[in-house]
C-alpha cells in the first residue's frame, strides 16, 4: 500500500512539475465559472499578462520585490535623511566628527 502512494505521489509530482506556471489562468477562469463575468475574467487574464510582459517577471515575483525592496529602502532612505540631518547640524555647530 505504501509503494503505491509512493508511485503514485512520484507520477503526480513529475505530471504537474510545470504547474506553477499556469497558475495565473486559474484565477480567471474560477472567476469566469464562479460569476459568468467574462469582461471580468478576460480583464484579470489581460493584466496579469500585461504586467508579466511589461516587467519580465510574474505577478507574484513583482510583489515579492515589492514587499521586500520596499522595507530595506524605506531603511536605507532613513538612514541617509537622519545621517545628512545631523552633519549638517554638526556643521552648524562647529563641532567636529567624533
Do not use: H, W
Request: proline fraction near 2%; aromatic fraction near 8%.
Amino acid at each position: 500500500m505504501i509503494v503505491k502512494k509512493i508511485i503514485t505521489g512520484l507520477f503526480l509530482l513529475t505530471l504537474l512539475n510545470s504547474c506553477a506556471q499556469n497558475i495565473a489562468v486559474l484565477g480567471p477562469a474560477y472567476t469566469l465559472a464562479s460569476t459568468g463575468n467574462i469582461y471580468q475574467a478576460g480583464f484579470t487574464f489581460g493584466t496579469d499578462r500585461a504586467i508579466t510582459q511589461l516587467t519580465g517577471k510574474s505577478t507574484s515575483e513583482n510583489v515579492k520585490q515589492l514587499l521586500t525592496s520596499n522595507e530595506q529602502d524605506q531603511d536605507t532612505e532613513f538612514f541617509r535623511l537622519v545621517k545628512n540631518n545631523i552633519e549638517q547640524t554638526r556643521k552648524k555647530l562647529n563641532l567636529a566628527n567624533p
